[in-house]
């Protein structure tokens, strides 16, 4: 069970980046998907989530600028960041759940502590 995170780069504010994640030894059917990132000292925070539904959940502070896809059938999940601020500047990580068969219609959780696989992070640097 494997997640490769890649996309990160230096960018320009107002640039845009598109992070990938390729999931390798299991599937994506019935996992929830989350990006976090994480800044030194500071706690690792889930911007975004994608259920099996397709129900997305942002944090506030990404919501309007940065996307969030699956492709189940490729193993791929995909978070498109637009209008890149400095404040998001972190080491970006892809995660997942373990399958769930039931998952809500309404929301799905940002919390680190309801996924289970981690992938390795890919730093995203927005400086001038």
């Known amino acids: 069970v494997q997640l490769q995170a890649s996309g990160g780069g230096l960018v320009h504010p107002g640039g845009s980046l598109r992070l990938s994640c390729a999931a390798s030894?299991?599937?994506?059917?019935?996992?929830?998907i989350g990006w976090f990132r994480q800044v030194p000292g500071k706690v690792r925070e889930g911007i975004s989530c994608v259920n099996r539904h397709g129900i997305t959940n942002y944090e506030d502070s990404v919501q309007g600028r940065f996307t969030i896809s699956r492709d189940n059938a490729k193993k791929m999940v995909y978070l498109q960041m637009n209008s890149l601020k400095p404040e998001d500047t972190a080491v970006y990580y892809c995660?997942?759940?373990?399958?769930?068969?039931?998952?809500?219609?309404?929301?799905?959780?940002?919390?680190?502590?309801?996924?289970?696989?981690w992938g390795q992070g890919t730093q995203v640097t927005v400086s001038s």
């Open positions: 030894g299991f599937t994506l059917d019935y996992r929830t």
């Open positions: 995660a997942v759940t373990e399958p769930r068969l039931k998952q809500s219609s309404t929301y799905c959780a940002r919390n680190a502590d309801s996924y289970d696989y």
